[in-house]
């Protein structure tokens, strides 16, 4: 049945293609701040926090929980920022919107 041959060769070039996109996304960065730029995360595409920023000037002893809020809200954004690209590569290799990437 050549429908399905073809359909199955479609298949396997959009796994391939995706393969392909999800590698080179592992090696991609985005990067978030918080506190007006006094903290700044930078995350890889699989999903690991690579670099932390801290300016001096918001370390401050006598409040660590406002720093460890700034460095949650960093991490956070640049993970939200990375799974919309992610989502965002999968959506354009495959054509699916809102579907995971994982």
Do not use: C, H, W, Y
Request: charged fraction near 25%; charge should be negative.
């Amino acid at each position: 049945m050549k429908g399905a041959g073809d359909l199955l060769r479609n298949v396997q070039r959009v796994q391939e293609q995706l393969a392909r996109a999800m590698a080179e996304l592992a090696e991609r960065r985005v990067e978030a701040t918080a506190g007006g730029g006094v903290v700044r995360a930078v995350v890889s595409g699989r999903r690991e926090v690579v670099e932390l920023a801290i300016s001096p000037e918001v370390v401050d002893p006598a409040d660590v929980t406002m720093l460890q809020d700034l460095v949650m809200a960093s991490v956070n954004e640049a993970l939200r920022k990375m799974e919309m690209t992610l989502a965002d590569e999968v959506a354009r290799v495959t054509g699916i919107r809102g579907a995971p990437p994982f």
